[in-house]
């Protein structure tokens, strides 16, 4: 099971910041929050993963809370291209592998 | 920058034939896995490889077998395919390291008639 909640969708409009929230309150100490998107039934684009402090990539921002219960994905100016399923994933570390368990995601549209 | 290559990309079957998907990374990655994506269901793990030499089951393994021969190889095989595999089917690989992220193939899609 998903150890995350994220709302099913989200709109948000292009050249403008698309903020993407994450429920994980049961996340253990030692658990990282990752993000990933899918377009197009295209294989998952790993976007950026932290810990408990916040991180930027090239391509996004993570706002961990310091409860580490939620988290923010941000990406800061939209595009058409940025619409997909994000997904937020908290990784079940030493069990198979360290595999990934997908929820139901973020579905957004980013509108002109 | 080739990354995780998977091939076939398109693929249709008749019941009962055989396969193999082959994964491919260049990034000297020792964890491989493979996945399938149904509708509605989100990815799931059949097997997963620690390293060359080595594999194992994941949440879904009947009906797949796979082999980890060369370090940057990961071939998943159909000995029997039936239509409950028609699905898509992704590969990842990443480096050791408990907090590595995984990184994906663009996918198979397989069906079975």
């Known amino acids: 099971d998903a150890k995350t909640t994220q709302p099913p969708s989200m709109d948000c409009a292009e050249g403008r910041a698309a903020n993407l929230p994450c429920n994980h309150s049961?996340?253990?100490?030692?658990?990282?929050v990752y993000w990933y998107r899918q377009i197009h039934s295209q294989g998952p684009q790993y976007i950026i993963h932290?810990?408990?402090n916040n991180e930027t990539n090239e391509m996004a921002s993570l706002i961990i809370t310091e409860d580490r219960k939620s988290s923010t994905l941000i990406l800061p100016h939209a595009t058409l291209r940025d619409t997909a399923v994000y997904y937020c994933?908290?990784?079940?570390?030493?069990?198979?592998?360290?595999?990934?368990?997908f929820g139901q995601g973020t579905e957004l549209s980013v509108k002109p | 920058n080739a990354g995780v290559t998977q091939t076939p990309k398109f693929r249709v079957l008749k019941t009962g034939q055989s396969m193999t998907l082959l994964c491919a990374q260049d990034?000297?990655?020792?964890?491989m896995y493979w996945y399938r994506q149904d509708p509605g269901m989100g990815l799931r793990l059949i097997h997963y490889?620690?390293?060359?030499?080595?594999?194992a089951k994941g949440e879904v393994p009947d009906g797949y077998n796979v082999s980890r021969l060369k370090k940057q190889n990961f071939l998943l095989g159909l000995e029997s395919a039936a239509p409950s595999q028609t699905s898509v089917y992704f590969c990842?690989?990443?480096?050791?390291?408990?907090?590595?992220?995984?990184?994906f193939g663009d996918g198979t899609r397989l069906s079975i008639l």
């Open positions: 990842a690989s990443r480096r050791t390291g408990s907090n590595q992220p995984q990184h």
């Open positions: 049961t996340i253990s100490g030692n658990e990282y």
């Open positions: 932290g810990l408990k």
């Open positions: 994933i908290v990784r079940v570390t030493n069990v198979q592998g360290g595999k990934l368990i």
């Open positions: 990034m000297n990655h020792e964890y």
């Open positions: 490889s620690v390293g060359e030499g080595t594999t």
